[in-house]
């Protein structure tokens, strides 16, 4: 019976001090003490972000954060410009799609990124843009943007620079506001070590003079404008998750104590440490810009995908990721974010070796973990 080791890009392991947080009673969310976890919580959300912007607190799953974004920033056929590299790009695009929104896609293939000169040319081409919707980590693929290069072009124009940060904050080095970002959406459940159930939105003033302008947003639950103003307060419209803020509270502390830039360099060790390892097992990535909060591998020929990730979970107790939709059985995602360390990827990578053994694909048993020791020993 193997241990059971969870690898997946969302949800992700969460540390044993929260998990305790967890199974105390359910509490009254109406309280000085909620009111004070809220206010640290919001505190330490705004060290991550790198911003003094407002951040807002929902629950939702990090969708809903999306869906905040779109609903109170655009109007029914207004025009916003659509950054899209993978099935997260896409779904900016389905919400925006039940919005009315009027979609300027620019779009690449899976593995790739966008680059800044698409979305300069986009920008010139339609100087009427509301917002721009982008992602730093793209999941699907493993792809991290340029964010830092987009909000340079955005801040230039009235239009507002969106991100969707669900899988990337927090894992990739991110500055909210020296890089330009309106609004930035991340969720609980990805490099924030907490189970699902929390998103998080940050509001530049820029954007909240947008927000508060658009007469014609829709949004009930989402309306942004109702929880700015229980923020003076660190109250919330609706009745919050509120066990799952103490326990934020708990993980975000434990980011606090790292230190963000430590937490970036981890994350940028563990990345360099998969990626050596993949290119010692004679396999190839799938991203031609990877980040670091995830390793994308591309199945190779004579293996079958799928069956791998269930021999590797069933033998090996390792949980990795499939491709999504189309990519299904043609990529294998490893997520090395949030409640991660070295020892965790070096597991993994020796798993994924025995697994491909098993499938009988030609590999030097522990190659793949001497390159990630060898790129986790470089100075
Ligand atoms: C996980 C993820 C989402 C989806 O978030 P949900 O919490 O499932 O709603 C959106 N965008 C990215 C980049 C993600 O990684």
């Known amino acids: 019976m193997p241990k059971s080791r969870l690898f997946t890009p969302g949800p992700t392991p969460v540390p044993e001090e929260t998990l305790l947080e967890l199974a105390k009673p359910v509490t009254y969310h109406r309280t000085s003490e909620q009111k004070a976890a809220l206010a640290e919580v919001i505190e330490n959300l705004k060290y991550v972000y790198q911003t003094t912007n407002d951040v807002i607190v929902l629950t939702s799953s990090g969708t809903g954060g999306m869906e905040a974004a779109v609903s109170n920033v655009l109007a029914p056929g207004q025009k916003a410009i659509l950054l899209t590299a993978g099935r997260w790009g896409e779904r900016w695009r389905g919400v925006m799609k039940g919005f009315g929104i009027n979609i300027v896609a620019v779009e690449v293939p899976y593995g790739k990124a966008v680059q800044p000169a698409q979305l300069e040319a986009a920008l010139a081409e339609h100087p009427d843009t509301v917002a721009v919707f982008s992602t730093l980590s793209e999941t699907s693929t493993g792809v991290g943007h340029d964010i830092e290069a987009f909000g340079k072009i955005v801040a ?33 459940q990805k490099a924030l070590m907490l189970p699902p159930g929390l998103a998080y939105v940050s509001v530049s003033p820029k954007a909240w003079k947008v927000i508060e302008g658009n ?6 639950y989402f309306d942004l404008k109702r929880y700015k103003a229980k923020l003076p307060e660190f109250d919330t419209p609706f009745t919050p998750a509120n066990t799952l803020i103490k326990a934020q509270l708990v993980s975000l502390r434990k980011i ?24 010692a097992m004679g396999l190839e990535l799938f991203a031609e810009r990877p980040n670091s909060g995830l390793t994308v591998i591309k199945v190779p020929a004579g ?18 990721a499939n491709g999504q939709d189309d990519m299904k059985g043609k990529i294998w995602r490893l997520s090395h974010m949030g409640y991660v360390d070295a020892f965790d990827v070096i597991g993994a990578i020796s798993a994924l070796e025995l697994a491909l053994l098993d499938a009988g694909f030609k590999l030097e048993a522990g190659a793949g973990v001497a390159a990630a020791q060898k790129a986790l020993a470089a100075k």
Do not use: P, Q
Request: proline letters at 0%; aromatic letters at 6%; one cysteine or more.
């Open 156 to 188: 230039k124009t009235n239009a507002l620079l969106v991100v969707d940060g669900i899988s990337g904050l927090g894992a990739m080095e991110c500055h909210t506001d020296k890089w330009n970002v309106d609004i930035l959406v991340t969720g609980s």
């Open 215 to 220: 007469k014609a947003s829709k949004t009930f």
């Open 256 to 279: 606090k104590a790292e230190g963000i830039e430590n937490l970036w360099a981890r994350h940028n060790k563990m990345g360099a440490a998969a990626r050596a390892a993949v290119a």
């Open 303 to 320: 293996i079958d995908g799928n069956d791998l990730l269930k021999n590797l979970e069933k033998k090996y107790g390792y949980k990795l």
